[in-house]
């Protein structure tokens, strides 16, 4: 039977991609998103994955989600937590509101979402959790001190759970891609973003595709070994 994939922020770019994947590879998907309801139900129409509408920073939200997606699909096996944004300033200049916003979409939701499916993936003693990171989270960025503290508390997330995990079958793994060509890469200006290609060794952006065959990957029984781990997908620009 098709196991069940939620992909948070899987309406579109990145995420997009992983439904889209995700789904042809056979999995029974939901994508989630926050506000854009265009983009999901063009997402919808397009693919055939039923898109959900809920913040996933918010805890309560996230239960009433996914009791909605479990009554369509049935328990969740793999969850890809995807969804985030950036809200940049120097730290001199960011507010209260920017700090909580970042922290809110990128953090909280992990905490959030993994919290909500953890029991049963235990309880049934199989399942999949894929954390979406940044090469900000790993290099650091001026202008993201929250970014880059929220991807970066990421990594040390996945470790942990990972080690609390194991032995129940549920592997726990981070992906840390680099400039990938989305809608959040489109909006930083031309110039600053010709600047950036410049510094990326393969001399382009990475494609949303490149970040979900990873997690095609990831996903799969036979990745069953690979746990705690963080891919980095980032063309060179970053060697950890
Ligand atoms: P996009 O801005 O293209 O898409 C973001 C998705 O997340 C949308 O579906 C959006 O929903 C959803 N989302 C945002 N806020 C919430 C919320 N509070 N609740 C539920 N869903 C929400 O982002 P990308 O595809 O570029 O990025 C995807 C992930 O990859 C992010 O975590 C990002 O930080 C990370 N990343 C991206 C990089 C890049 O170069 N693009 C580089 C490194 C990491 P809606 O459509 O309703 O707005």
């Known amino acids: 039977m098709s196991k069940v994939a939620v992909v948070t922020g899987g309406t579109r770019g990145i995420g997009a991609a992983i439904s889209s994947a995700l789904h042809a590879a056979d999995y ?8 854009n309801d265009k983009a999901a139900e063009d997402f919808t129409v397009k693919t055939g994955v039923p898109h959900f509408r809920f913040d996933v920073g918010d805890f ?3 239960k009433k989600g ?3 997606i479990e009554e369509k699909f049935g328990s969740v096996d793999i969850l890809v937590n995807n969804a985030g944004l950036t809200q940049d300033a120097f730290l001199h200049k960011m507010t209260v509101e920017q700090w909580r916003q970042v922290m809110h979409t990128n953090l909280d939701s992990v ?4 919290r909500l499916v953890i029991e049963g993936m235990r309880e049934r003693g199989f399942g999949r959790i894929i954390n ?6 790993q290099s650091g960025q001026m202008g993201q001190s929250n970014y880059s503290a929220a991807k970066a508390a990421l990594l040390g997330f996945t470790k942990a759970l990972a080690l609390e995990s194991a032995s129940r079958g549920i592997t726990v793994n981070a992906i840390a891609p680099g400039y990938i060509d989305t809608e959040m890469v489109r909006a930083v200006p031309p110039d600053v973003l010709d600047k950036i290609i410049a510094r990326i060794p393969v001399k382009r952006l990475g494609k949303p595709d490149e970040i979900a065959r990873m997690v095609l990957f990831l996903a799969s ?20």
Do not use: P, R, W
């Open 66 to 68: 996914l009791h909605k």
């Open 111 to 114: 905490f959030n979402m993994s």
């Open 28 to 35: 029974k998907v939901a994508a989630t998103y926050h506000g």
């Open 60 to 62: 309560n939200a996230c």
């Open 132 to 137: 979406i990171s940044s090469i900000n989270g």
């Open 221 to 240: 029984d036979e990745a069953g070994f690979t746990t705690g781990a963080t891919f980095t997908i980032n063309g060179g620009q970053y060697l950890v």
